[in-house]
């Protein structure tokens, strides 16, 4: 079975110039999660989706980032504009949903942004 | 709000030696508790999980106990090898909130 997919791996862009990322999730997961993880510390949530919808949106900074999960499959991350604070791993996560017995989130690869 | 307290590291072990990673929560109402390891240049992989309290999770030689009383949840492994040297995350989920809780991560060295 093929795992969370994610691209691009890496991504080195300047200052206010817009980024975007996606995010495969696991087949049949319904519950997608995008994390932000900084150098040296643990993953962060930024939002994440019961399907279409976004749940839990309250950490993602909204005057910059944007995210869409259209026809509650894929994902995108948009950041626009980037800025230098920005440069961090993305991590995408799936689970199959949120009740406990189905809660355990698959993890993709993650993108590495660094922003110049 | 909920949180996650670990050990610093870098824990330095040499090989077959007994492993101890410490951590500590703190959440609203049961939560679940999991470790998550990151190799080198790969993703995070969960380790193992417990979901109530005196569960203990196993995988790969790794346990780990949900000790409700002292709300922790260290991990433990008998007998290091090189291969196992990573860095490994406590998390929790919340009954209000279902996305995973990350500790700092401990960075686990092991040498031949």
């Known amino acids: 079975e093929a795992g969370v997919v994610q691209s691009p791996r890496y991504k080195i862009i300047e200052k206010k110039q817009p980024v975007a990322f996606w995010c495969n999730p696991i087949?049949?997961?319904?519950?997608l999660y995008w994390y932000l993880q900084n150098l040296g510390q643990g993953p962060e949530l930024l939002i994440r989706?019961?399907?279409?919808?976004?749940?839990?949106d309250s950490q993602l900074p909204k005057d910059r980032f944007s995210a869409e999960r259209l026809k509650g499959v894929d994902s995108t991350l948009k950041i626009q504009p980037a800025e230098l604070g920005d440069s961090a791993v993305y991590l995408c996560?799936?689970?199959?949903?949120?009740?406990?017995?189905?809660?355990?989130?698959?993890f993709g690869p993650g993108t590495r942004l660094l922003v110049l | 709000g909920d949180s996650v307290t670990q050990m610093e590291g870098p824990v330095t072990l040499s090989e077959e030696a007994f492993l101890t990673i410490n951590c500590t929560y703190t959440?609203?109402?049961?939560?679940?508790l999991f470790w998550y390891v990151q190799y080198p240049g790969e993703g995070l992989q969960l380790l193992l999980k417990?979901?109530?309290?005196?569960d203990k999770g196993s995988n790969k030689g790794f346990e780990a106990t949900y000790r409700k009383e002292t709300t922790s949840f260290h991990l433990e492994k008998g007998s290091v090898q090189v291969s196992d040297s990573a860095v490994y995350f406590c998390?929790?989920?919340?009954?209000?909130?279902?996305?995973?809780?990350f500790g700092s991560g401990t960075r686990l060295q092991v040498q031949p």
């Open positions: 996560a799936s689970s199959l949903g949120s009740h406990p017995t189905e809660e355990t989130q698959y």
């Open positions: 087949s049949g997961h319904n519950t």
């Open positions: 989706y019961e399907n279409e919808e976004a749940v839990d």
């Open positions: 959440a609203t109402g049961y939560p679940s």
């Open positions: 417990a979901t109530k309290a005196d």
């Open positions: 998390a929790l989920t919340s009954t209000g909130r279902r996305a995973l809780t």
